[in-house]
C-alpha cells in the first residue's frame, strides 16, 4: 500500500473512512485563512504490538497549537488515542497525521465556524534508514519569522510556507533538506526537523525560540545525556555549523538523520559517535512500549 493510496484510513469526525471520502468545504477557515493545526506521529512495531511512540505528547502538542491558533479540540485526549490506536492497528507500522481546522462558518476573516479533527494514518517507512547515506544540506534564503513568539510553538499550518518553499528550492539544486536561520541570521532548524551538532565533541543545539518544540528534540537530549553526554542549548550561527564535526537532524518522520554534506562542507555522517550513538538508542526506544519521558515544557505560554 503505497502513501496516499485510496486505501489509506482516515477518521473523521467519530468514523474511520477511505481516502476519497475525505473531504473539506471550499470555504472552510483551515484552507481560506491556515486556521489549521497538525501533527506528525509514527506507530512502530515492537515485540508485543504497536507501540505509538509518545503518542499523548503529539496530542497536547496539537491541543497547545490549537489554542495559540485560538481553538479548543472538540475530543478528549481518551477519543483522539482511542482513534490514532484504530488507525494504526488497522494498518500496521504507519505514519499518523491528525489535522484539527476550523470549517466553513459565517463568512469572513472573523467568521465563527466549528473546530473539526481528522486523522489520516498511511504506511510511510524511513527509506533512508535502510541505505546508509547521509543527507545534503542547504543553507536556505527563507527564513523561519514569526510575527508573535508564541506562533513558533505551535505546529500550525501557516508555519509551513516558508519552509515549502525552502524544500522546494533545496530539492530543486540536488539537496536533500535545508537549514532555515532565523530574523536574527541564527541556526533555527531543518524544514521539519530540529538540527544538533558535535563540535569539539560537545552536542550543541539551537535555544528554542523560532524552531518548533520537536518532541524527537527532547527524546534525543534525554537519550543522550542517559548516555552520560551533556547536550547544550545555545545560540549558533552559520559559522558554528561549518566548524562542526557532526550535524544531525532530529524528527518524527526523519527519526535521527545523519547528515554527509552542507553547503560544499562534509560531516561525519553515520560514521559520527554522536549520530551512531543516538541513531540506535533512538531506534531501541521507539520499539520499547511503556517507556517513560521527562515532561516537555510547552513554553512561556503555557
Ligand atoms: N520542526 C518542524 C518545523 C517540524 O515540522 C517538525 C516535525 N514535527 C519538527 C521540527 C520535529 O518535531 P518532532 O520531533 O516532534 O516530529
Known amino acids: 500500500m503505497n502513501a496516499y493510496s485510496p486505501e489509506t484510513t482516515v477518521w473523521w ?4 473512512q477511505n481516502w476519497g471520502d475525505s473531504r473539506l ?4 477557515k483551515g484552507l481560506q485563512y491556515s486556521v489549521s493545526a497538525f501533527e506528525g506521529i509514527r506507530a512502530y512495531n515492537c515485540a508485543e504490538d504497536l507501540n505509538i ?44 497525521r491528525p489535522t484539527a481546522f476550523l470549517k466553513e462558518g459565517s463568512p469572513g476573516l472573523h467568521g465563527v465556524a466549528d473546530v473539526e479533527i ?35 510553538w505551535a505546529k500550525a499550518s501557516a508555519n509551513y510556507m ?23 541570521g541564527l541556526i533555527s532548524e531543518a524544514t521539519t526537523s530540529n538540527l544538533f ?10 535555544k528554542l525560540g523560532s524552531a518548533l518544540q520537536g518532541i524527537t528534540r527532547a527524546t534525543a537530549i534525554e537519550l543522550l545525556e542517559r548516555s552520560g553526554e551533556e547536550v547544550f542549548e545555545c545560540d549558533l550561527t552559520p559559522d558554528d555549523l561549518r566548524a562542526a564535526e557532526e550535524i544531525i537532524l532530529t524528527g518524527t518522520a526523519a527519526e535521527i538523520g545523519a547528515v554527509d ?5 562534509n560531516f561525519a555522517g553515520r560514521a559520527g559517535r554522536i549520530t551512531a550513538l543516538l541513531t540506535a538508542s533512538y531506534e531501541s526506544a521507539v520499539r520499547t512500549p511503556g ?6 515544557s510547552w513554553g512561556p505560554f503555557e
Do not use: M
Open 13 to 16: 469526525d467519530g468514523k474511520l
Open 25 to 28: 468545504h471550499l470555504l472552510s
Open 53 to 96: 511512540f509518545r503518542l499523548e505528547d503529539h496530542l497536547r502538542r496539537l491541543r497547545r497549537s490549537g489554542q495559540i491558533l485560538g481553538f479548543d479540540l472538540p475530543y478528549s485526549d481518551l477519543e483522539l488515542l482511542s482513534a490514532c490506536h484504530q488507525i494504526a492497528s488497522a494498518i500496521g507500522e504507519c505514519y499518523l
Open 118 to 152: 481528522a486523522i489520516a494514518g498511511w504506511p510511510w517507512p524511513n527509506k533512508r534508514a535502510d541505505t546508509g547515506a547521509g543527507l545534503k544540506l542547504t543553507l536556505s534564503r527563507f527564513r523561519r519569522v514569526f510575527s508573535a513568539p508564541e506562533l513558533a
Open 162 to 184: 516558508p519552509a515549502r518553499l525552502a524544500l522546494q528550492e533545496a530539492r530543486n539544486g540536488g539537496f536533500d533538506d535545508a537549514i532555515l536561520l532565523d530574523e536574527q
Open 197 to 206: 551538532i558535535v563540535k569539539h565533541g560537545s552536542v550543541v543545539t539551537p
Open 261 to 265: 554534506r552542507c553547503d560544499g562542507v
Open 291 to 296: 517507556a517513560e519521558w521527562k515532561a516537555i
